[in-house]
């Protein structure tokens, strides 16, 4: 296929299965082969897929038709394989974070620049439908200028469900124990603050807060040394927008995303779902008649409902170019076009949006509220 790109991967656990899903989604990217250092695993998701596997990742890194390595590892082992990797000449696409310290983030996007290769980082949601959707209505003026934001990444008391059962479509186990040791908010504060960087611009300055809540996750958990479970942050943008972002594994599930502005509040439902319903609520205009009913019938009883409605009236999207393949609820996220995306700006010479300083400035910001840290100011742009 004309413009097409190789590309490998290095690690074969759960969230690889989510980007072969979404693989069908771009027929510009072929895979030409994956490595995992898991030789069972490796093994039991080549089968699956019925997918090349490397023998090691130096034959994965020297593979000459191979242009973008895309790195699956766990986050303590990003920073050596994304550095292994732009030493050996190839792009990388990594998941976040890009490293476990600001300082070997930067040293990674440094030596991108230094070899003329792009370096990028996911989550891919900031590149959904939904947040384009979004950046359309803004754009439009229809809430005036956005002054306040509440970032939402409560995935639910997963340590209380059956978690140790979970398993991804080719048999991988969901990493829970490993989850829970290094901290929800490195692994989920990604997904909303790509939103509010693409949307709003650099963050001048994060005060953060995080805690280990709840130390016994269950079973084979009791005398782990468990990273944080709840973060909150108030992240102060240049733009002269506030955001608070709070992330936790405890809360009832929620990942929504409100943005108040001068002349109203739009609501997203769901960061996770590639074309969640968005929500306005113009400030003086008479709210929707189901609105006005429930409070009728709240006051009129003198208790509140067991459930919540979402703000405002649902936007349209203006169009719909196509089904896309996309993981079950709740993950419905198109996990490749981060990778085509940057495919795409590579062929064109040009720097995708999440790559380089920006991906710097998104692993510091994560780094930040993940450590606590009370005034900080993240690295990048």
């Not at 596997?53 to 986050?75: G, H, Q, R």
């Not at 990493?175 to 908010?185: K, L, N, S, W």
């Not at 929707?288 to 208790?303: A, F, G, M």
């Amino acid at each position: 296929m004309s413009g097409q790109t190789d590309i490998a991967f290095i690690g074969t656990g759960f969230v690889a299965d989510y980007y072969m899903t979404t693989m069908a989604n771009h027929p510009q990217l072929r895979l030409a082969g994956v490595w995992d250092s898991d030789p069972v695993r490796l093994k039991q998701f080549c089968n699956y897929w019925k997918i090349h596997s490397y023998a090691s990742e130096a034959e994965s890194l020297s593979d000459a038709a191979v242009s973008i390595i895309v790195n699956l590892t766990t986050p303590e082992s990003h920073y050596a394989v994304n550095k292994a990797a732009l030493l050996a000449g190839k792009h990388v696409y990594c998941e976040k974070p890009l490293a476990m310290t600001a300082d070997e983030a930067r040293e990674l996007v440094a030596l991108s620049a230094e070899k003329g290769l792009v370096l990028a980082g996911a989550p891919a949601n900031a590149l959904s439908d939904a947040r384009a959707h979004c950046a359309d209505i803004l754009a439009s003026g229809i809430i005036g200028t956005p002054r306040l934001a509440y970032a939402e990444m409560e995935d639910g008391p997963v340590f209380r469900d059956k978690w140790q059962e979970w398993r991804s479509l080719s048999g991988a186990k969901w990493p829970a124990v490993h989850e829970f040791e290094i901290g929800c908010t490195l692994e989920h504060a990604g997904y909303a603050a790509s939103w509010l960087v693409s949307l709003f611009g650099p963050v001048a300055n994060v005060a953060a807060f995080s805690a280990l809540t709840f130390p016994n996750k269950g079973p084979g958990t009791e005398s782990l040394v468990l990273g944080p479970d709840f973060s909150v942050g108030c992240l102060t943008f240049r733009s002269g927008l506030v955001a608070r972002l709070t992330t936790g594994l405890a809360a009832p599930r929620d990942r929504s995303l409100t943005i108040a502005g001068d002349k109203g509040t739009l609501v997203v439902r769901d960061l996770w779902d590639n074309r969640s319903p968005i929500h306005v609520e113009l400030a003086g205009t008479k709210r929707p008649l189901l609105h006005r009913l429930v409070d009728r019938l709240e006051w009129q009883l003198q208790r509140k409902f067991p459930f919540r409605l979402t703000a405002g009236k649902p936007v349209a999207y203006p169009h719909h170019a196509g089904k896309n393949t996309l993981p079950a609820y709740p993950s419905q996220i198109d996990f490749v076009r981060g990778i085509a995306v940057q495919a795409d700006a590579i062929r064109s010479g040009v720097q995708p949006l999440f790559s380089g300083e920006t991906a710097l400035h998104l692993t510091d910001i994560v780094l930040a509220l993940n450590a606590g840290k009370r005034d900080h100011t993240p690295a990048g742009l």
